[in-house]
């Protein structure tokens, strides 16, 4: 199970950093990361990264701008997001893909960007 956690409203400029914790599993040999949909549109990448290796890779959108980290000991992956913008408003959703193929979500965190 994952609990994500973190969103909020903040206006254009401003940073939030969304958490995503694991219940009795350790993510070891997963990826995780992060999707977002915004109101009336699909959910789409965010982030992603290999937690054995830490190898992250971002959507365009969000590079440079959005951070994905881990805590191992926590058992816990965080989105750092700076430079928010009105358009980063969505609900945000965490997920773990295991070895096996098996995919996780969390329950979604909602951010909101005022401009």
């Known amino acids: 199970q994952l609990q994500a956690s973190g969103g909020g409203l903040v206006q254009a400029g401003a940073s939030l950093r969304l958490s995503c914790a694991a219940s009795?599993?350790?993510?070891?040999?997963?990826?995780v990361g992060w999707f977002r949909q915004a109101p009336g549109k699909e959910r789409e990448f965010v982030a992603r990264?290999?937690?054995?290796?830490?190898?992250?890779s971002y959507a365009d959108s969000v590079e440079g701008r959005f951070t994905i980290s881990r805590d191992n000991a926590k058992k816990t992956f965080y989105l750092q997001m700076n430079s928010l913008k009105p358009e980063d408003t969505a609900v945000y959703y965490c997920?773990?893909?295991?070895?096996?193929?098996?995919?996780?979500w969390g329950q979604g965190t909602l951010v909101t960007v005022s401009s």
């Open positions: 997920t773990a893909v295991g070895a096996g193929g098996a995919r996780y």
């Open positions: 009795g599993r350790s993510f070891s040999s997963y990826r």
């Open positions: 990264m290999l937690w054995d290796s830490g190898t992250t």
